[in-house]
């Protein structure tokens, strides 16, 4: 009796499920300020701070990092609603609730109602689709498009596979997925071209459609070569590159695809469609049970990361973040989805199905890997915090404030837009190659004009205890004897706050020696 009670709570136990990952992407969303990314959104997408005109914002659209359909959708929504911290995050948080209906809403189409709904759980628990829906960044744009793109890709693989025709409308929605996501973010222009890559062998093999499938890749390529020509020339003698190692970014990857930094809830997911695939080979005169569905996106998977790794080894350095490889977890949430019910196990306990219980355990073990902390404890840099722990001191009223980290080029632009232009940053940021260089003459002479001019001085700096402030300024060949060279005397014992767990903030006055 009471694992028929079980079996009949399965579906309203998904439903509570989906609205709680629903609900996380609006919780706390103030509660930490704006990181470096998102300055940038604040700072140089809104009409009311930086690039009040469109030739200014057309000038950073085409040296950005990023392609321009978000900038411009943000300057428009910040147009509205507002540039602060809730209203830009807003945006990505639409997006990101958009994402869950419609993977509920063409899964359906696609699939089945219980693939549907395994698939929109998936989407809507995923800890980063929720820590990014409340990024006022480009991220949940591109995984709302490959959230409708990868379902559709395997609906169409199956229509070739079983011989059927597929209708030309179909091949112009994959087209304008494909091109909308190409115009959000280089990551996601890789997938979707893998998609079509993929496709294009599948269909020669079965020969179906061969030609509305070119015809709507090389639409997309056209229609998006004129901006990889602008970016290209703008930005070719531009080497300003995030890069990490594959050794830093791949484990993160997959410790984020289920969890919060946990390789331990990937792999209990990941069991589902290891068993699906595996059960296969006990049906192997069972056509219906063989997992053409999970090898077609296994492969994309694949094929996708493997294009970044090679393009950023041989051609460009781009390999940055696990963020960047969150586009590409859509086929990661579907082939659980298909693999849970096109499986070949149905293991039960009376009325009770052990797989439909076992996904319901992993997705509460993986929302309890960050849910007691809260998304925003994920967040890379408190930035806001440490503005207002500086503006609240009394010893920093009146003075210009020097942001000297060894992550300058990180904290000057988010301390300006904080302290609304008292913070003086000691060479603009944008001179520097790769961000690093020897700046002790600007960094002085800036020093000697404020205190001529009689203000008061104060250095802020960010780092390890103990290491203090001399670590970060010898980044850039300055030291302690400089400063008596300068004639300038550093009070190095004001005052410091813990700013994390393992850093602490501290600020120094600087004033003259007479």
Known sequence: MLLDKIANLYRPIIYILIAAGIFFRFWDIDAIGFWLDEIFTASFYSPFYLNDTWEEFWHILTYDVHPPLYPLVSRYWMTVFGDSE???????????????????????????????????????????????????????LAIFFSTISTPLFVWMANKARNGELIERKVFAWLAILALLSCYTHYYAAVYHASIYIILFFIFLKYRRSIVPLIFSGLSVFILFLPWIIIHALKTRSNKRHFVNDVEDVMPSVFQNIFGADSLFVTAIFLIIPIFAMLSYFLHRGDK???????????????????????????????????????????????????????????????????KKLYLIICIIISMSTWSSRGVSTYKEYHMRDSANFIKSRKECEGKKIFAVTDDFFLWQPALTYYFGGIVNPSVDFDTLPNYQRPMKKEFFEN????????????????????????????????????????????????????????????????????
């Open 288 to 354: 219906n049970k063989a997992p053409f569905e999970e090898t077609y996106l296994i492969i994309l998977i694949i094929f996708s990361i493997s294009t970044i790794l090679l393009i950023s080894h041989f051609v460009r350095p781009i390999l940055h973040h696990y963020r960047y490889f969150s586009m590409f977890l859509p086929a990661f949430y579907l082939v659980v989805a298909i693999s849970l019910f096109r499986g070949g196990f149905s293991l039960k306990i009376g009325s009770v199905e052990l």
């Open 86 to 140: 809730v209203p830009a995050r807003m945006l990505s948080v639409f997006f990101g609730v958009t994402a869950v209906f419609s993977a509920y809403f063409f899964a359906k189409k696609f699939f089945s109602p219980d693939i549907s709904l395994v698939y929109t759980v998936l989407v809507s628990c995923s800890f980063v689709n929720i820590l990014y829906s409340q990024d006022a960044r480009m991220y949940p």
């Open 447 to 514: 020093m000697h004009k404020n205190l001529d001019a009689g203000c008061d001085v104060a250095l802020w700096t960010i780092g390890f205890k103990g290491e203090l402030l001399w670590k970060d300024l010898k980044t850039y060949g300055i030291s302690k004897e400089d400063f008596r060279k300068e004639k300038i005397e550093l009070d190095v014992t004001s005052f410091s706050r813990e700013y994390d767990k393992y850093t602490w903030q501290f600020v120094y006055t600087a004033k003259r020696i007479e």
